[in-house]
């Protein structure tokens, strides 16, 4: 934990410390918002900063009831003494149904504050905690966000808090959803633009790399079970459907039908551990598959360490994170999160820079070149290979990939 204070401290003296920059708007700053029923004491945040759920932590902790010295040290260690007065029109409200998205809280809360830290955003960001999406979460999130004169807001929900944020969001407020993608949500709203990873069109460039005989692996997960639709959608030969059990290891029932399999293009619609067990077993029942294909889900380091060299040999994994500067991923890997394997953080950055660049400071520079199309981010498309130690791009595939890119339209 002391590692993480120090470099929390870091973050905010280099946010907070440039007084010489002559603005009419303040610094960026950070505020958190609990609106959480039940009052959290010391053994309840004690536990919050055991699981380093910080954010929460930091929601949730009343300075004027809690007395313990630790805590509150660790409070104003992760800068809770810190508050500026600014105008409401460089105010962003990032509104988080922690209950929802889980792990994602510290993800995506960390990855915005290291963009304002490390960009010297002249933004006040606050950070409201509404514990699900049901509609009186989401309206009692928003009117707090008003009463405090803020109109943008980040909301990092699921199509059902979609539609509660569609449903109460007013005509002059602007949202941005880095957690789902247009198409697959199914509809819009004229100010609400979404940064989620389309999968179906990472699906479509890797069919390039697919032979006509398609077997689509998946977990039974919504995901899953929604990429297995995009596959088979996309194929046009022979097709097989396997869904496995998440807590199954032991994939023989699976894999042990040879001809079924052979010379099969393998989609690996699961996570990493389970994508593991199918590369793996699969050459112990001499299954000779055409190529191992995944998509976003799947472009982690991890994936180095879960599968031998050998059956690595022919993978190959969808990207659309774009190279980014060096000193933004310096900032962001201090608070834990890797820019360039996590794709939540990097749209979460990209929408906290949209609203910052068109709203707020339309001078700024940009760090993310990634359009706004149809009220979705326009995000670039690339096939790498996992040979080796390292991902490597396919230069053989890149012309395909650009006409694939450019004709999925939005």
Not at 153 to 165: C, E, S
């Amino acid at each position: 934990m002391k590692k993480i204070i120090i470099a929390l401290t870091a973050i905010y003296f280099c946010a907070f410390a440039k007084t010489h920059i002559m603005s009419n708007i303040a610094p960026a700053s950070i505020q958190y918002i609990n609106l959480e029923p039940d009052f959290c004491d010391i053994a309840c945040l004690n536990e919050l900063l055991e699981s380093d759920m910080l954010a929460s932590f930091m929601a949730r902790f009343e300075p004027s009831v809690i007395k313990d010295q630790n805590l509150s040290m660790m409070y104003a260690s992760l800068g809770g003494n810190i508050t500026f007065v600014a105008n409401g029109s460089n105010k962003i409200a990032v509104i988080i149904p922690q209950k929802i998205i889980k792990s994602y809280t510290n993800v995506i809360t960390d990855a915005i504050v290291s963009y304002a830290a490390q960009t010297n955003a002249k933004i006040q960001i606050e950070f409201i905690f509404c514990g699900d999406e049901s509609e009186s979460s989401v309206s009692s999130a928003l009117d707090q966000a008003r009463a405090r004169n803020i109109s943008y807001f980040i909301a990092p929900f699921t199509k059902n808090g979609f539609k509660i944020l569609k449903k109460n969001l007013e005509q002059k407020e602007f949202a941005f959803i880095p957690t789902i993608n247009v198409r697959a949500n199914g509809e819009t709203a004229p100010n609400i633009v979404f940064g989620g990873i389309d999968y179906e069109a990472q699906i479509r460039v890797l069919m390039s790399m697919a032979n006509d005989k398609i077997t689509a692996f998946s977990d039974t997960s919504y995901l899953g079970n929604l990429l297995n639709d995009y596959t088979r959608q996309s194929s046009n030969g022979e097709f097989y459907d396997v869904q496995i059990d998440s807590k199954e290891l032991n994939l023989e029932e699976y894999l042990n039908n040879k001809t079924k399999y052979n010379n099969t293009s393998m989609f690996l619609n699961l996570p990493t551990i389970k994508a593991s067990l199918i590369a793996t077993q699969a050459r112990g029942y001499e299954i000779a598959p055409h190529a191992l294909l995944s998509t976003q889900i799947n472009y982690t380091p991890h994936i180095f360490n879960s599968i031998d060299e050998k059956n690595r040999q022919n993978l190959y994994i969808a990207n659309s994170i774009s190279e980014i500067n060096d000193e933004l991923l310096a900032t962001t890997a201090l608070f834990g999160v890797n820019l360039n394997f996590n794709w939540i953080a990097y749209s979460s950055n990209i929408g906290l820079e949209y609203i910052y660049t068109n709203f707020i400071d339309t001078a700024k520079k940009r760090v993310f070149h990634e359009s706004i199309q149809s009220s979705q981010v326009g995000y670039d498309i690339k096939i790498y290979e996992a040979k080796g130690y390292k991902f490597s791009p396919v230069k053989l595939m890149e012309e395909e990939i650009k006409d694939n890119n450019s004709s999925l339209s939005l």
